[in-house]
């Protein structure tokens, strides 16, 4: 990559730079619906994109603390039209042609064609890790399409986040072929930071080892690598020592203490390496202990001192470490993944941290096995069947201040009552204001399991049935926009909704007597819209209807 040019913008502090190389996007200037105020937006000459030039260069300091979501998102392989090894060959021919031909457009077509939004963060991370080894036409061709992919709704931010955390995972591994590929991926991420595609905090959680490794690199345009190198180093010391203090207690009373004195450290961006330091030295003790840091963690989110994006981001580190600790202590596997259990036990953790962490192979092989075991404990019947809380989320298992277990059906009544009347109420707020993303806001909240997750669309499709056209038609953009663009739900809830559906058919026709007419069109759209497979659901009142022309 070229040397810093003069710098043209500041975004949270970071000096933004792109390779200084115009790059052709598209001979459709349409087709890819840049934003006007993209900092690589400029106007349209002779039928190309004029990309501005940018430094990338990286500036850690000021910037804005407003988490990055590591911990959201319901990405998963279910629905998915592709295998993950099927997916990557077909990506690998996609890439080939746009970076020979710079056609922009056709390669972000053919990568929606393809409709595996499940794996885009494979994708991101896939786009970065080819540029990594080659000039700098290739490179900013590379920055661009990600801009691109984010500009045009294909990737989103959550999956830029886990892409760019996942090429820091391994960049010792990438620098075994690419010497420099760390200073690389700070560049590919400073260009992310100020396109906006991964937020304005993402670069002052960088890891020690990967700052050091900047540092010892004497990367000019990395010169403030140094100080949040010391500052980091001066707070994982302060933490491990409040850790100690707190387990010499051995949890008694030590909660508020732990929480005043991270609060004095003022240092919220750093709060994800407690969360790592925590487990860490729990490898080292009991049980007992172990569940006392679950404590802790959970105390410490209450109280709001660590964020989702902390435990997330604390687990995700760890795990993505764990190779190496298993080394000198054998036993670290499992410790983690009982630890990962009492996290999603006590919504720590969200069930798509598994997903993500197994798609994206993260810790390697003793990472996923990790992962797979606190799955298949997660997964029993025992767990499973102990617990649900009155927001209607199934919880795994009862909290630790609370042992007995509360049967299902007990708290069935009234949790979910209280859950379906919320989604009531959002159903009709999205009637009258055509608002998806406040719905989907609203979604994310709620963290619905898969059986709610069709209930969800059932109510969709049942309340706008009783309504008119329009709202029918506006019905099927909510659910498109639920599972295409904001991924709260999946193409599996879809089936799933309508199967709800039509298990009560008889009772629904008393309703509306048109009922299975309206289902019949609510099914033709969602087939004609890509969120439903014309195989993927029963026939609607047992009868085969139409082929689409």
């Known amino acids: 990559m070229p040397p810093a040019p003069k710098a043209v913008r500041t975004a949270g502090g970071s000096h933004k730079a792109s390779w200084s190389k115009k790059v052709l996007l598209s001979e459709d200037p349409g087709a890819a619906a840049l934003d006007s105020n993209d900092p ?10 004029n990309l501005d030039v940018y430094e990338c260069g990286t500036t850690f300091r000021s910037v804005r603390q407003r988490a990055p979501s590591y911990a959201t998102g319901h990405d998963s392989i279910e629905g998915a039209k592709l295998s993950m090894a099927e997916f990557q060959k077909k990506l690998s021919g996609i890439l080939h042609d746009y970076f020979a031909t710079k ?19 494979e994708l991101v991370y896939r786009i970065v890790k080819i540029a990594l080894d080659h000039e700098e036409s290739f490179q900013a061709l590379a920055s661009s399409l990600l801009t691109l992919l984010y500009s045009a709704h294909v990737v989103t931010q959550s999956q830029n986040q886990r892409a760019f955390e996942k090429l820091i995972e391994v960049w010792e591994d990438l620098s075994i072929d690419v010497p420099n590929a760390p200073e690389q991926i700070l560049k590919f991420l400073d260009c992310a930071l100020c396109d906006g595609i991964v937020a304005d905090n993402f670069v002052t959680r960088l890891p020690e080892n990967l700052l050091r490794k900047i540092r010892d690199a004497d990367a000019s345009e990395f010169i403030d690598v140094y100080e949040q190198l010391d500052e980091l180093k001066k707070f994982k010391e302060h933490a491990k020592a409040i850790l100690v203090d707190y387990f010499a207690s051995h949890g008694g009373g030590g909660a508020e203490e732990v929480r005043q004195s991270l609060l004095a450290l003022e240092k919220p961006g750093m709060h994800h390496e407690f969360v790592r330091s925590a487990l860490q030295l729990s490898f080292d003790r009991d049980v007992r202990t172990r569940a006392e840091v679950i404590q802790l963690l959970a105390d410490l989110r209450d109280k709001r001192v660590l964020t989702d994006d902390d435990l997330s981001l604390g687990f995700g580190r760890m795990l993505g470490s764990l190779e190496d600790f298993t080394l000198d202590c054998p036993g670290a596997p499992d410790m983690l993944s009982g630890l990962i259990v009492q996290a999603v036990v006590e919504e720590l953790l969200p069930p798509a941290f598994l997903k993500n962490s197994l798609r994206l192979r993260t810790g ?15 997964d029993s019947e025992r767990v499973w069947r102990q617990r649900h809380d009155q927001h209607g989320r199934f919880n795994l298992a009862g909290s630790p201040s609370n042992k007995d277990k509360v049967e299902f059906s007990a708290l069935e009544e009234g949790g979910m009552k209280e859950w379906k009347q919320e989604l009531r109420n959002a159903i009709v707020e999205y009637f009258c204001s055509a608002d998806g993303d406040e719905f989907c806001r609203l979604a994310a909240e709620w963290d619905v399991s898969s059986e709610q997750a069709a209930i969800v669309v059932k109510y969709i499709l049942m309340m706008a049935m009783e309504r008119t056209g329009d709202q029918c038609l506006m019905a099927v953009d909510l659910l498109c926009h639920c599972v295409l663009v904001r991924e709260e739900l999946s193409k599996e809830d879809i089936v799933n909704g309508f199967k709800l559906i039509m298990a009560n058919i008889a009772d629904v026709k008393l309703d509306i007597p048109d009922a299975v007419d309206m289902l019949r069109a609510f099914r033709r759209l969602c087939i004609k819209r890509g969120i439903l497979e014309r195989t993927a659901t ?8 139409e082929e689409e022309e």
């Open 40 to 49: 690589n937006y400029d106007e349209i000459l002779d039928g190309e994109y």
């Open 364 to 378: 390697n092989d003793v990472g996923i096995n990790c992962i797979r075991h606190a799955i298949s404990v997660l």
């Open 103 to 121: 056609d922009a457009t056709a390669a972000v077509d053919e990568i929606k064609d393809l409709d595996c939004s499940m794996y885009h963060d």
């Open 538 to 545: 029963p026939d609607v009142d047992g009868e085969e209807e």
